[in-house]
C-alpha cells in the first residue's frame, strides 16, 4: 500500500475584509511576537549543552518549523486572495458574504454566513463556499426552495432572508 494521497481539491479564493483582516493579524503575530520568543528559548536550550537529550530544544525547533509552515501557508494565501467589500447589485439574491436564514420542513429557522474556506471557525454560523449547502444556496432568490443533499438524505429549505449586514 503506497503513501500517495491525491492532492485536496483547491479551495475558493475568495474572503470576507474582516476574514482578511484576521488572516493578517494572525501573520503578523506568528511573525513579529511568537517566532522571536520561540527562537530565543531555542537558542537559550541550545546554549544549556547537549542538544539530543533537551526536550526544550527539541520542541522549541519543532514549534519553529509548525510557525515556518503557517507563516508560508498565510504569505502565499493572502497573496491570492480576492477580498470581496462591496455588496451584490441584486440584495434578493443569495452570493457570497450573504446572511442567510432558511426555514426547514419542520419549520425550524437557522440563519447562516457564506464565507471563504478560511473563515469557518471565526463564527458560529459561517459556512463555506464550497459546502454542498452553500452551493445550492449561490444565485438563489429571496422565497425560493432549495432542495440540498445531505449525508443523512436531502432536505428542502425556504429562503427566508437575505442579508448582506451583519444582524
Aim: glycine share 8%; hydrophobic share 35%; no cysteine.
Amino acid at each position: 500500500m503506497s503513501r500517495y494521497r491525491p492532492p485536496s481539491p483547491a479551495s475558493s479564493q475568495y474572503i470576507t475584509p474582516e476574514g482578511a483582516e484576521q488572516l493578517r493579524r494572525e501573520l503578523e503575530r506568528l511573525w513579529r511576537i511568537e517566532r522571536p520568543q520561540v527562537t530565543q528559548a531555542v537558542a537559550e536550550a541550545a546554549a544549556q549543552g547537549d542538544r539530543s537529550e533537551n526536550a526544550e530544544y527539541t520542541y522549541g525547533k519543532r514549534r519553529l518549523r509548525e510557525i515556518d509552515r503557517r507563516v508560508r501557508y498565510l504569505r502565499k494565501r493572502l497573496e491570492g486572495m480576492v477580498v470581496v467589500e462591496q455588496p451584490p447589485s441584486d440584495p434578493r439574491r443569495v452570493y457570497f458574504g450573504a446572511w442567510v436564514t432558511l426555514e426547514g420542513q419542520d419549520g425550524q429557522e437557522v440563519r447562516y454566513r457564506i464565507v471563504g474556506p478560511d473563515e469557518i471557525d471565526r463564527e458560529p454560523g459561517f459556512i463555506s463556499m464550497d459546502s454542498p449547502l452553500a452551493r445550492a444556496l449561490l444565485g438563489r432568490r429571496l422565497d425560493e426552495e432549495v432542495s440540498v443533499e445531505l449525508p443523512g438524505g436531502t432536505r428542502r429549505f425556504v429562503i427566508v432572508e437575505v442579508a448582506y449586514r451583519a444582524p
